[in-house]
């Protein structure tokens, strides 16, 4: 039996994807939860083979609760699940432990051989994603790589990108983390002039454009 965590935030896709594992018979889902940060922290105590997780999850996305699990060196296999192909953020997530990344598109049967696949401690990528990656291989200098300016940022510089993006306040953000609203500031000031960006409208443009937040939202 493969033991599963399933972390989206919308409730009817969370439903979809419980239905469609436990119909696979030695799929079992142990937990489900609505945010990234739930994400990591439930994995810390289930300790579930497999985490199928949205990549764009609010309070912190995919990528960044994959490298806490990563980080605490649990067991388990995380899996991401993503709407678009986009080379610059499925090579973020094999840099934070991701072992899968599957195309919501492709969730389907597809789902279950990925979770079967890393449960094995191998990697899969969505046919998509891995052509993409082979030929970015074969052709080493083609146009966008190692242009990502948030590869720059510390762990916590991307939590705290995210929640401003997110809209979250000052005094919220400090809650969130544990911090002084004036350690929150500093950060705020320092994540403008390191993005050389004007305010923050243009973090959040940043935000939106590599993937941290969900342009819908």
């Known amino acids: 039996m493969i033991h599963v965590l399933i972390a989206e935030d919308h409730q009817l896709v969370r439903e979809g994807i419980r239905a469609l594992l436990e119909k696979a018979g030695y799929l079992q889902v142990v937990g489900e939860v609505s945010n990234g940060q739930q994400a990591w922290e439930m994995a810390e105590i289930l300790k579930p083979d497999v985490l199928v997780m949205d990549i764009m999850m609010p309070r912190l996305n995919g990528i960044q609760a994959a490298a806490h699990i990563r980080d605490l060196k649990l067991p388990t296999q995380v899996i991401l699940l993503s709407m678009h192909v986009d080379e610059g953020l499925v090579r973020q997530a094999l840099q934070s432990g991701v072992r899968g990344y599957v195309l919501k598109s492709s969730v389907s049967e597809e789902l279950i051989w990925a979770i079967r696949a890393v449960a094995r401690n191998e990697t899969y990528l969505s046919s998509p994603i891995a052509s993409i990656l082979v030929e970015r291989t074969v052709k080493p200098n083609a146009a966008g ?63 939106v454009k590599y993937g941290m937040i969900d342009k819908d939202m």
Request: glycine share 4%.
């Open 145 to 207: 790589l190692g242009d990502d300016p948030l590869e720059s940022l510390s762990p916590r510089e991307k939590e705290i990108m995210q929640l401003i993006a997110e809209e979250h306040t000052n005094n919220e953000i400090a809650e969130m983390l544990y911090i002084s609203e004036k350690t929150v500031e500093k950060h705020r000031a320092s994540l403008i002039e390191k993005l050389k960006v004007r305010n923050i409208a243009g973090l959040v443009r940043l935000a």
